[in-house]
């Protein structure tokens, strides 16, 4: 592993992915992107046994969004969970001094289990998650073949504050620095945050 890894976690459409790519370019780091590589991941993690990550790689748009919020934030997790190993064994192979990288599949459950020189997370609060999933043109691609399209987002949306929440309180319990965007700060604040909290100011 890197010895100059730094993680940035949370929960989806939080920031995440804003503040590690301005970071990246500001340091010249290599950004990493789970998000690029989650379907590939969850193929090796459903061929290496995983049963969650078989069972989605079979699933529908509508069998999978208009199921419980409470189900899909369950099944959430243990995803991440299984695909952990796969994701740091990517890592592993690249050839860089610094790596930035961010996704809702660092959560504290899985860094228990991995390292880094540097961990936060960032989760979004509702009406901020809300908003900027409904400006993102690629949802209703997410979405397509869904019987209810509203209830599907609906659901979706309360998966993920559901996850969200669920992130936050295993932060408090362990001591992560976390953040809450509601957006009333600019992405520099955001991102100069996550670097203070990354140990990343005196380093550049």
């Known amino acids: 592993m890197s010895k100059n890894l730094m993680i940035i976690g949370g929960s989806p459409c939080s920031g995440k992915s804003t503040a590690a790519e301005r970071i990246a370019q500001e340091y010249g780091a290599y950004y990493f992107k789970v998000d690029d590589h989650l379907s590939e991941l969850i193929k090796q993690a459903a061929d290496n046994g995983s049963a969650v990550c078989n069972a989605i790689q079979q699933m529908s748009p509508e069998e999978i969004w208009m199921r419980e919020p409470e189900v899909q934030c369950k099944e959430e997790f243990e995803v991440y969970r299984d695909i952990a190993p796969f994701v740091f064994d990517m890592i592993s192979r690249i050839e860089a001094d610094l790596i930035i990288t961010e996704g809702a599949a660092y959560t504290p459950e899985v860094m228990e289990t991995y390292t880094a020189d540097g961990y936060v997370t960032i989760v979004p609060s509702p009406e901020f998650q809300v908003s ?73």
């Not at 900027?132 to 209703?140: F, N």
């Not at 996850?163 to 520099?188: H, L, M, R, W």
Request: proline fraction near 3%; aromatic fraction near 10%.
């Open 132 to 204: 900027h999933y409904r400006e993102r043109e690629w949802v209703p691609y997410v979405l397509e073949g869904c019987s209810d399209k509203d209830k599907a987002f609906d659901n979706w949306m309360q998966r993920d504050i559901l996850f969200a929440q669920q992130i936050q309180a295993e932060c408090v319990t362990s001591g992560i620095p976390y953040k809450v965007n509601d957006g009333s700060e600019s992405v520099e604040q955001l991102c100069q945050w996550a670097k203070e909290k990354l140990c990343m100011v005196d380093s550049k």
